[in-house]
């Protein structure tokens, strides 16, 4: 089964960048919308940007003006550049990419692994 593999996560001072990236294991043929998710311990998992096939995005206003979500449609990427962070962005962060059809014609939701983003002071 196809699955999304996020990487870039890692240890950042405060007020510097992060990039990160997710890429399908697989073949996928459309994803209508692809988005960035994020979990901090104690916490439950919040949406932090979104990105239509379009080009449509959509930011947690904590975020908005520091984080940028671009998507390649051909290679059927996804991208997260941070900016600024801060140490509230500490967290686990999940790839989604919503109605993903896969090669079996079906249209799933699928989720990467998760990747460790850990703002420190």
């Known amino acids: 089964q196809v699955q999304l593999v996020e990487s870039g996560g890692g240890l950042v001072q405060a007020g510097g960048s992060l990039r990160l990236s997710c890429a399908p294991s697989?073949?996928?043929?459309?994803?209508?919308?692809m988005g960035w998710y994020r979990q901090a311990p104690g916490k439950q998992r919040e949406f932090v940007a979104g990105i239509t096939k379009g080009g449509t995005t959509n930011y947690k206003d904590s975020v908005k003006g520091r984080f940028t979500i671009s998507r390649d449609n051909a290679k059927r990427t996804l991208s997260l550049e941070m900016n600024s962070l801060k140490l509230e962005d500490t967290a686990v962060y999940y790839c989604?990419?919503?109605?993903?059809?896969?090669?079996?014609?079906?249209?799933?939701?699928?989720w990467g692994q998760g990747t460790q983003v850990t703002v420190s002071s």
């Open positions: 697989g073949q996928i043929f459309n994803i209508p919308i």
């Open positions: 989604n990419a919503e109605g993903a059809v896969t090669a079996d014609g079906y249209a799933r939701d699928l």
